[in-house]
C-alpha cells in the first residue's frame, strides 16, 4: 500500500544532503515545564487576540486566557497553571506586542494515558459540526508554517474532496513532525480521522518524504491495527504516501501538485481544487481537543543547529526559545545566526548571539530553533545561469524578476507572475552568485499584490 | 553591485559559488593544454599564460578605473583567456593575442555590464576581431610538432576540414583527429582531451550538456544529410573531429548567459544549422565562431519563443477530478 511517488512538482532543491536531520532525529520528545511563559497575543502573523485576564489572576491550565480579534486569529488558552504576573506589551523578534507573562506554580502531574492515545477512538458518535467546534474552540492553528486559523480552513463552503496531512517536514534540520509521527501515531491517526470527518473530503493522505521510513512503517502498522479494529468505519479511507525527498515537498501548493496532480489556481486557496491541507501536528491536536478535551496548549519544537545536544520538546506555547538552547546545553559557536523555524524560510531573530539576551517565545506555528554559524558570503553579480529558474517550483524566473525590481519596474514584476511567488527559498538556494533573490522575489510579490488590490479597489 | 547584508532566509546556501564553477572550468581545460603542449610545443604554454594574465589584468584594472567592485579573482576572465588562447594557432604573434584578450574582455565583457552580462561569448568575438582584421597572422595552421621531421620549425598547412573544403583530402586518419594530431588552433585539436574536461564539468554538474550534444548532434547530422556529393554523403566522424566542433560546443555554446536559459535546446540547434550551413555552402570550412555568436545573439529571443507554465496560472475546474 505504501506507494513511493515519482511524478513530483518541477524545481526544488536538495539542501544539505541529510546530515541535518541526523542530528535531532533519533532524540525523543522530552518534555519541558518551563517555570514562566510568555503567551504573545498574535500566535501567527495577523492573529491578533486580546486578552481576558488581568494580573494577579490565577489560571489553570487549558482556561481561555484570549479571544480573537482578528480574522488570522484563533482562541489563546493558558499553557501552564499558575499565576499571572504580567500582561505587557513587549519586543519580539523587533514588533511591539502585547504579551501574558503566566508563572507556573503547580508541578505537572502525570496523567494516565488516554485511551486515543493507544488505540483505535470511536468517533461514529462524534457529529461533523462537533468537530468543527471543538477544532474551533481549541484554539487549532496550522503547526507548519504560517499558522493559519484551523476552522477557517474547514468551514469551507467549498466542496472538499481529498485531505492531505502534511508530515513532509521538508524543510532541512527540523525533525518534530517526524517525532509525533514515531511516537503518537495512534493520536495523530485518530486525529486524521477526526479531521477527515470534519472535512467532509472522501479520503485522507498522510504524506511524508522518503527520508523518514521508520515513520512511514509506523504509521502504516497502526493504520492496519486501527483497520482491522472494527471501531473504524467503511468511509474512512486513509493513505500514507511516501513522497521523493526535495525541498519544498512539504509546501501546501507543492504537496498538492505531487500528489494529487492538481494545481491551485492564482489567487486562490486549496479549498478550489477541493483540498484541504493540514499539518501532523493540527491533526494530533484535535485528537486532543476532541478525544483529550485539551485545547492546543503545547508543541514539539526542535532545537538544533550548532548546539551542544540537539533535540526535540514538548513545551508549553510561550516558552522562551533561550531557555531552550540552554537546555540543549548552549551554542557552540560565536558567529552565529539564531532562526526560528527552518533554515530555508525561518526568520533570524539574533545575529552573533551571545547567549544572553531574550530570543523570542515559541508560538503555536513554531517549528524549530535553528543555531547556524554565520555562513558569510557576499553577493556578487548574476551571472544569468539560470539555476533559480530551474529551481522555481512555482515556474517563476527569479532573476529576471530581481532585475525588474531593482529598475523599479513593477510592470515588468507583475508580467512575470511576481505574484505567484511562494516564498520557498529554492532561488537564493542555489544561486552560485549569493543573491539575495528570494528576499527580492517577496518584494515585488508584495508590491505586485499591493498594486492589484489598489486596482481592484478603484475598480469597485 | 547591493552589498546588502539581509538576515531573511534561506540562511543555508549550495557550496556552489560563481569562483568554483569557472575554477572547475578552468581545471577540465587543463588536458586540452597539455595536449596542446605537447603537440605544438612550449609556445603554447606560454601563449595561454600570457592570454590570461592579460584578461584577468584587464578585467581588474577596468573595474579599479571604473570604481566598481573588482570581480577579477572570480576566475571567468581566467576561462575566458585559456579559451582565446585555444583558438589561436600556435604561431599567432603575441601582440594579436594581447589586442584579442583586451577586446574579449573590455568591449565584449565588461562595456556590457560584465560577467553575465556579455552579448555574445568573448572569447569567441576575440577570435572573431582576428579573424577580420589579422587573418593572415591567425587563419594560417601550422601541423604538430610530433610530425616533422625537425620538431621545432613551424610548417605551414591547412586544416584538415579547410583542406577537404578546397577539394583536397584530409591526410589525416580519424585517430588522429581525435587524439588531435592535426593542424589547427593550438587548444582546439586533441579532441579526446577536450572531451575529458566536458566528462569532468558534466560530472561536476556545472554545464548545460543536453545544449552541447544537441548542437554537435546537429551539425552532423545536417552536414551528413547535405553533404558534399549528394545526400546522405557528409562524413560523419570528419565533421565531428576534424575542427573545433568540440572545443565549440563543450566550452563556448555552454556560456553560462545562453545556454542555460530555457529554450536552450532551440538555441542549440539555430546555432547548429547556422554551423551547418556555413560548413556547407560558404568557404569558410568551420563555421563554428559564426554560428555559435549568432545564436548568442538570437538566445534572448529563443527563450520568448518557449513559454514557461507558471504554477497555478493554467484555470482548472473542480469537476475534473472529483
Known amino acids: 500500500m505504501q506507494k513511493l511517488q515519482k511524478s513530483v512538482f518541477p524545481g526544488g532543491v536538495h539542501p544539505t544532503d541529510g546530515f541535518d536531520k541526523a542530528l535531532s532525529m533519533n532524540c525523543a520528545v522530552t518534555p519541558y515545564y518551563p517555570e514562566t511563559v510568555t ?87 462524534i457529529s461533523r459540526q462537533e468537530i468543527l467546534t471543538g477544532i474551533r474552540n481549541g484554539g487549532l492553528t496550522g503547526m507548519g508554517g504560517a499558522g493559519f486559523p484551523t476552522h477557517k480552513k474547514y468551514e469551507t463552503d467549498k466542496k472538499i474532496t481529498d485531505l492531505l496531512i502534511n508530515g513532509a517536514e521538508c524543510e532541512p534540520f527540523l525533525t518534530c513532525d517526524y517525532r509525533l509521527m514515531l511516537e503518537e501515531g495512534y493520536a495523530l491517526l485518530n486525529g486524521v480521522r477526526l479531521l477527515l470527518k470534519g472535512s467532509g473530503a472522501k479520503k485522507a493522505y498522510i504524506c511524508m518524504e522518503d527520508n523518514k521510513p521508520l515513520a512511514a512503517e509506523n504509521l502504516q502498522k497502526i493504520l492496519t491495527e486501527m483497520s482491522s479494529s472494527g471501531l473504524m468505519a467503511e468511509e474512512e479511507k486513509l493513505e500514507i504516501r511516501v513522497l521523493p525527498t526535495k525541498y519544498p515537498q512539504g509546501g501546501e501548493r507543492q504537496l498538492i501538485q505531487g500528489v494529487l496532480g492538481r494545481e491551485v489556481p492564482m489567487g486562490g486557496l486549496p479549498a478550489d481544487v477541493g483540498v484541504i491541507v493540514s499539518n501532523v501536528g493540527t491533526a494530533k491536536a484535535a485528537a486532543d481537543m476532541i478525544l483529550g478535551n485539551t485545547p492546543l496548549t503545547k508543541r514539539i519544537v526542535t532545537a538544533t543547529g550548532s548546539v551542544k545536544n540537539p533535540g526535540n520538546y514538548l513545551v508549553p506555547v510561550g516558552t522562551s526559545a533561550k531557555e531552550l538552547i540552554q537546555l540543549c546545553g548552549g551554542i557552540t559557536t560565536a558567529q552565529n545566526r539564531i532562526i526560528a523555524g527552518g533554515p530555508m524560510t525561518g526568520p533570524c531573530v539574533a545575529h552573533n548571539w551571545n547567549g544572553e539576551t531574550e530570543l523570542f517565545h515559541v508560538t503555536k506555528n513554531t517549528s524549530g530553533i535553528l543555531v547556524l554559524s554565520e555562513p558569510g558570503y557576499e553577493e556578487q553579480p548574476c551571472i544569468r545561469c539560470s539555476g533559480c529558474e530551474s529551481v522555481c517550483p512555482a515556474g517563476l524566473v527569479p532573476y529576471k524578476i530581481e532585475f525588474a525590481l531593482l529598475d523599479e519596474d513593477y510592470d515588468l514584476c507583475e508580467k512575470l507572475y511576481a505574484s505567484e511567488c511562494i516564498a520557498c527559498g529554492c532561488c537564493s538556494y542555489i544561486c552560485p552568485a549569493r543573491r539575495e533573490l528570494s528576499v527580492r522575489t517577496r518584494e515585488a510579490r508584495d508590491i505586485v499584490k499591493q498594486r492589484m488590490r489598489e486596482r481592484a479597489v478603484k475598480k469597485s | 553591485m547591493n552589498q546588502t547584508k539581509t538576515f531573511s532566509g534561506p540562511h543555508i546556501r549550495t557550496a556552489n559559488t560563481t569562483r568554483n564553477i569557472m575554477l572547475h572550468v578552468a581545471i577540465s581545460l587543463m588536458p586540452a593544454l597539455l595536449g596542446s603542449i605537447y603537440f605544438f610545443g612550449i609556445r603554447s604554454l606560454y601563449i595561454t599564460g600570457l592570454s590570461v594574465t592579460v584578461c584577468v589584468l584587464t578585467e581588474y584594472i577596468w573595474q579599479k578605473l ?257
Open chain 1, 39 to 125: 503567551i504573545l497575543s498574535e500566535q501567527s502573523f495577523g492573529g491578533k487576540c486580546s486578552f481576558l485576564v488581568k494580573p494577579g489572576e490565577h489560571v489553570k491550565e487549558g482556561q481561555l486566557i484570549g479571544k480573537p480579534e482578528a480574522f488570522m486569529a484563533a482562541p489563546l488558552h493558558a499553557s501552564v497553571s499558575g499565576k499571572v504576573l504580567a500582561v505587557k506589551e513587549i519586543t519580539e523578534q523587533g514588533r511591539r506586542l502585547m504579551a501574558c507573562i503566566l508563572q507556573r506554580e503547580e508541578s505537572p502531574v502525570s496523567e494516565a494515558e488516554a485511551s486515543y492515545k493507544k488505540g483505535t477512538a470511536d468517533i461514529s458518535l
Open chain 2, 66 to 322: 571604473a570604481k566598481k567592485p573588482v570581480t577579477a579573482g572570480d576566475f571567468s576572465a581566467v576561462v575566458t583567456g585559456i579559451l582565446l588562447a585555444f583558438n589561436m594557432p600556435v604561431t599567432a604573434p603575441l601582440w594579436v593575442i594581447v589586442a584579442a584578450d583586451v577586446f574579449s574582455i573590455l568591449v565584449v565583457k565588461q562595456m556590457f555590464g560584465g560577467i553575465g552580462c556579455n552579448f555574445a561569448n568573448p572569447a569567441l568575438m576575440g577570435r572573431l576581431l582576428t579573424m577580420v582584421v589579422w587573418p593572415g597572422t591567425v587563419m594560417q595552421y601550422v601541423a604538430p610538432r610530433t610530425l616533422t621531421a625537425s620538431g621545432f620549425d613551424a610548417v605551414s598547412s591547412a586544416t584538415v576540414l579547410g583542406a577537404v573544403k578546397n577539394g583536397g583530402e584530409a591526410g589525416y586518419s580519424y585517430l588522429q583527429m581525435l587524439l588531435g594530431e592535426t593542424p589547427g588552433a593550438l587548444g582546439e585539436t586533441s579532441k579526446l582531451l577536450l572531451l575529458v574536461g566536458f566528462a569532468y564539468m558534466c560530472f561536476m554538474g556545472i554545464v548545460n550538456a543536453e545544449a552541447a550534444l544537441t548542437y554537435i548532434g546537429t551539425v552532423v547530422l545536417l552536414t551528413f544529410v547535405f553533404g558534399p556529393s549528394g545526400l546522405f554523403t557528409g562524413d560523419i566522424l570528419l565533421n565531428l573531429f576534424g575542427g573545433g566542433l568540440i572545443l565549440g560546443a563543450c566550452y563556448m555554446l555552454t556560456d553560462y548567459a545562453f545556454a542555460s536559459r530555457r529554450g536552450r535546446l532551440l538555441y542549440a540547434v539555430t546555432a547548429g544549422v547556422i554551423t551547418a550551413a556555413i560548413r556547407i555552402f560558404s568557404f569558410y570550412p568551420e563555421g563554428i565562431c559564426f554560428g555559435i555568436l549568432t545564436a548568442n545573439c538570437l538566445a534572448g529571443a529563443l527563450s520568448l519563443l518557449h513559454k514557461k507554465h507558471v504554477y497555478g496560472v493554467k484555470k482548472l475546474k473542480l469537476e475534473e477530478y472529483s
